[in-house]
T-cell receptor
């Protein structure tokens, strides 16, 4: 039973445009949501997080939106840069543990 | 800040041997560390939660006698894969929890069992 889902395995975006990565979840008890960026054979790098009591959090080029009624969150990257190309994982926190989605591979083309 | 290191970064061993992986939080004290496993093209799967000074809590399906976890200090947790077999070959990643829900990850250890 996949509690956190990223339904798009890959996304390709032109440099300078907006990248939108989506994530759906099923457990309404999750209290925190996080996005991580990962390169092959490396550990994930924390990007941005949002508490379940908020609907938006912004940090530079990264903005995370949370829609609790739809159990959906998204990560917006604008403007996208070639260096953003990586696998992005969303994660949800419950009792201190993180449950990860399957990841979306973002490719930003020059 | 929030730097987590892992050692070794890769290891190759013979079947039947034991391998120890260290995870250190370099610039903060982590009362809780986590161990994950990732297969190619798949998500990170939580194996166990490691609390300083107490026994680790293992996720369902993870053999605690095979994956021994020790968290002796606020900056060090170790994972020992005992009697390793080829099916244990994987990418093992540790993380340490910060003040909120954020977890900061180590660079991972690639284990190959021949």
């Amino acid at each position: 039973d996949q509690q956190v889902k990223q339904n798009s395995p890959s996304l390709s975006v032109q440099e300078g445009r907006i990248s939108i990565l989506n994530c759906d979840y099923t457990n309404s008890m999750f209290d925190y949501f996080l996005w991580y960026k990962k390169y092959p054979a490396e550990g994930p790098t924390f990007l941005i997080s949002i508490s379940s009591i908020k609907d938006k959090n912004e940090d530079g080029r990264f903005t995370v939106f949370l829609n609790k009624s739809a159990k959906h969150l998204s990560l917006h990257i604008v403007p996208s840069q070639p260096g953003d190309s990586a696998v992005y994982f969303c994660a949800a926190s419950f009792r201190g543990k993180l449950i990860f989605g399957q990841g979306t591979e973002l490719s930003v083309k020059p | 800040g929030a730097v987590v290191s892992q050692h070794p970064s890769w290891v190759i061993c013979k079947s039947g041997t034991s391998v120890k992986i260290e995870c250190r939080s370099l610039d903060f004290q982590a009362t809780t560390m986590f161990w994950y496993r990732q297969f190619p093209k798949q998500s990170l799967m939580l194996m166990a939660t490691s609390n300083e000074g107490s026994k680790a809590t293992y996720e369902q399906g993870v053999e605690k006698d095979k994956f021994l976890i020790n968290h002796a200090s606020l900056t060090l947790s170790t994972l020992t894969v005992t009697s390793a077999h080829p099916e244990d070959s994987s990418f093992y990643i540790c993380s340490a929890r910060g003040q909120k829900a954020e977890q900061f990850f180590g660079p991972g250890t690639r284990l190959t069992v021949l």
